[in-house]
């Protein structure tokens, strides 16, 4: 089975690095209905007390008006895949040769199985290193 690699508007913004900080952010999206099928938060050593918290998708308009009264946004510098297929051993070293093999020396990658599937997310420099990424991929067995 091939796998399925496509765009992913990833939303993000800055945390308080404290508790409670993550439920501060999600919580009006909640509320607004949002349903996440990634979120990850990561504290920020070069700012000490602040993070970083990061999630897909963000649809509907509230749920967008919501993101944007929390201060989310999309990055203009992240520009992310998402990967799915059928899990399988060895496939994340499969998925990481071909990226270097296609040139792509990406910023960040996710992922996680649950039961014979997978979902991966991987965040690449610039649009091109994005296309590259989605055309390498596609190419995989």
Do not use: H
């Not at 099928?37 to 749920?63: D, H, I, N, Q, Y």
């Not at 992922?111 to 991987?122: N, Q, W």
């Amino acid at each position: 089975m091939a796998l399925k690699a496509t765009k992913a508007e990833v939303w993000a913004v800055g945390i308080d690095d404290r508790a409670g900080g993550v439920a501060d952010k999600l919580e009006p999206l909640a509320k607004a209905g949002a349903n996440f099928e990634m979120v990850l938060a990561r504290r920020t050593p070069e700012s000490p007390g602040k993070g970083m918290l990061f999630m897909t998708p963000v649809k509907g308009a509230k749920a967008i008006r919501a993101a944007r009264e929390a201060g989310m946004g999309t990055p203009q510098s992240i520009y992310s895949v998402r990967i799915e297929g059928a899990d399988r051993p060895g496939l994340g070293a499969k998925i990481a040769r071909a990226l270097g093999e296609a040139g792509i020396s990406f910023r960040g990658i996710s992922g996680l199985a649950i039961g014979r599937k997978f979902v991966s997310y991987l965040a690449c420099d610039s649009a091109e290193d994005q296309a590259k990424a989605i055309a390498a991929l596609k190419k995989l067995k």
